[in-house]
Structures are given as C-alpha cells and as structure tokens.
C-alpha cells in the first residue's frame, strides 16, 4: 500500500505540472483556456496532434478559432504538451511552437500589458483575479504582481 502511495505521489510530480510558463513568457495553468488559431499549412496544424497520430497533421478545420479548455501540462519531456478534448476526443498542442507559429492565439500574461495585448472580454477585476492566482502559486514575484497591478488598474474598462 505504501508503494502505491508513493508511486501514484511521484508520478503526480514528474509527469504533470499546474501552469507552465512558455518560452514566450505567457503563463498557462490546468483549467485554462487555448483559442485555436489558423494551421500553419494547408495540410492541417503542425503543432496540434492526436497522440497516436503524432506525425501526421491534424486537419479538423472545426478547431478554427474554438475555445479549449486545458486539461493536462506535460512538462516531463521536451516540448512540453498541454492536452485538451474536442468533441470527445483528446488532442495535444506543443505550446511553445504553436504559440511561436500563431496556431495558438497568446493570452494575458505579464509581458502582454507591455506589449498592449488585452483580452476585451476580460474585466480588469477578473485579471486581477487570474493575476493573484500566479502570485499564489509562485509563477510570479511579489514585485511583478504589484507592477501589474498598477497597470490593470489604471485600465479603463
């Protein structure tokens, strides 16, 4: 039992992880939401794949600008892989690249207010929520939290 235990405790931490914070600096966690974008070829997403079907490419052209929710970040193996499921079938983004290739659409993340990127369906009081959340779970510095702050604060929304 002990075994099982520690077993079920180690693989918790080696194969998944709550957020990831991508080459590009937005921050991701588990409960998150991806916006698809357009394939990067008119064969289909490079970045997008079934896991089973990782070397061909995934031409569904329903994932055009849909909403998925992040159900997985796997961080133990380079590139790092969110999952998510789409009309009941799971499916495996490499963020850095899909990010880097605008298959995935960036979310607000502590460079966008530099950058002037806002999601215009987000309050500033809901970022500050999503902001605290970083702090909390340390994906941020106690510095850049209330730099932030400052800024979604003297947004006009």
Aim: charged fraction near 25%.
């Amino acid at each position: 039992m002990r075994y099982f235990i520690l077993c079920c405790f180690v693989s918790s931490i080696c194969f998944g992880q709550s957020f990831y914070k991508t080459e590009s600096g937005v921050i991701y966690t588990i409960g998150d939401t991806l916006k698809i974008g357009q394939p990067l070829s008119h064969l289909g997403w490079v970045s997008i794949f079934s896991y089973t079907d990782r070397d061909s490419y995934i031409k569904n052209k329903n994932l055009i600008n849909k909403s998925v929710v992040i159900t997985n970040i796997d961080t133990l193996y380079k590139p790092v892989n969110f999952t998510f499921d789409f009309y009941n079938k799971q499916f495996y983004v490499n963020i850095d690249h899909a990010l880097q290739n605008k298959e995935v659409f960036p979310k607000f993340e502590s460079e966008s207010a530099k950058s002037g990127f806002q999601n215009i369906n987000t309050t500033k009081y809901e970022l500050l929520i999503q902001l605290k959340e970083l702090l909390d779970i340390n994906a941020i510095t106690r510095k850049e939290y209330e730099a932030e702050k400052k800024k979604i604060l003297k947004q006009d929304n």
